[in-house]
């Protein structure tokens, strides 16, 4: 069963600062994997989508990597601005189904 | 941009009530789910459909069925809701059979069950 971790579970930064936000995971046998954003209350939005022979994608000031053979991604979010500020979740696509971590929520302070 | 409507955004039910929370998305996906959000355990799936009257278990169905009659439309039902089944609910749904597209995601349920 594939385990999926988010570490750390909350992180506060100043505006302008460049957001790093990990993402581990024990099965490599995936089809992608996807990070979403969540703000309070409210449903999931898909930021980015790796396919499985990808290393990494891009979106404005979004960039996601995906190392299989260590199991790890990474969400990197430039000049964060405090509308930045929710909950991101990253999951591993097996099959029909993804798998989720528990989210690390991010405040950025202006 | 595809939209996925749950039907209601907040529900407070008794214990022992049937509950019915309805999802429809409106650009012909095939597959669709259900996953319940707790605090510190994330998304976990309950059940999932690929077709039409076709459903699979996901990680965490006892106590809840579904309904596909229509491929727009996926149902979760509660049998006889019990307080542990207070959570929030979202449904999601993707194009394609296989889990290499993007996955949207409703606004989600608040469920309470007193």
């Known amino acids: 069963k594939q385990e999926v971790t988010q570490i750390p579970a909350a992180l506060s930064v100043p505006e302008g600062e460049n957001l790093v936000l990990n993402c581990s995971f024990t099965?490599?046998?995936?089809?992608?994997l996807q990070w979403f954003r969540q703000d309070p209350g409210k449903g999931l939005t898909s930021l980015l989508l790796?396919?499985?022979?990808?290393r990494e994608q891009t979106s404005g000031r979004l960039n996601a990597s995906l190392d299989k053979s260590s199991g790890r991604s990474t969400l990197y979010i430039a000049a964060s601005q405090p509308g930045d500020s929710a909950t991101y979740l990253c999951?591993?696509?097996?099959?029909?189904?993804?798998?989720f971590g528990a989210g690390t929520t991010v405040t950025v302070r202006a | 941009d595809v939209k996925v409507t749950q039907s209601s955004r907040y529900l407070v039910k008794r214990t022992g009530e049937k509950v019915f929370l309805e999802c429809v998305q409106d650009?012909?996906?095939?597959?669709m789910f259900w996953y319940r959000q707790d605090p510190g355990l994330g998304l976990r799936l309950i059940y999932f459909?690929?077709?039409?009257?076709?459903?699979e278990k996901g990680d965490i169905p006892e106590g809840y069925s579904v309904s596909r009659e229509k491929k727009e439309r996926f149902s979760l039902i509660l049998e006889s809701a019990s307080t542990n089944q207070t959570s929030m609910y979202l449904c999601?749904?993707?194009?394609?059979?296989?889990?290499?597209?993007?996955?949207?995601f409703g606004s989600g349920t608040q469920l309470s069950v007193l």
């Open positions: 999601a749904s993707s194009l394609a059979r296989e889990s290499n597209e993007k996955l949207f």
């Open positions: 790796i396919q499985s022979s990808q």
């Open positions: 650009m012909d996906h095939e597959n």
């Open positions: 999951a591993l696509g097996d099959d029909y189904k993804l798998s």
């Open positions: 099965d490599s046998a995936i089809y992608n």
């Open positions: 459909s690929y077709d039409v009257k076709m459903k």
